[in-house]
């Protein structure tokens, strides 16, 4: 092992905003003070309750992802294990993401600065 996985980092034009979308979804912590960097309106951290960290850093000319559209590739997405698909579903459209696909067994979605992320059953 080189290394180990400090945190997620995502580029979007509103970082507190979506840091707070992703708190709504994931649980855990918006800006928690953190010695590896400071925060600022430029950068947001959340913290979630298995020690995983996101970060959220503002891009001037942020242009989201078109999934699957490969002229405007997803950049990156993440993995979202659920319990009750319908019931996840209704709470992420309820926070402003947008469904992109029904992947036959998952669910592909948006989230409110456009990078996709999937629902997987648990």
Known sequence: MIG????IVLDCPDPAALARFYAALLGGEVDR???RWSLHADWSTLHTEDGTVICFQRVADHRPPRWPDPAHPQQV????DVADLDAAEREVLA???TRLSDAGGWRVYADTAGHPFCLIPG
């Open 4 to 7: 180990k996985l400090q945190c």
């Open 33 to 35: 003070p953190d010695r």
């Open 77 to 80: 997405h993440l993995d979202i």
């Open 95 to 97: 926070l402003g993401a």
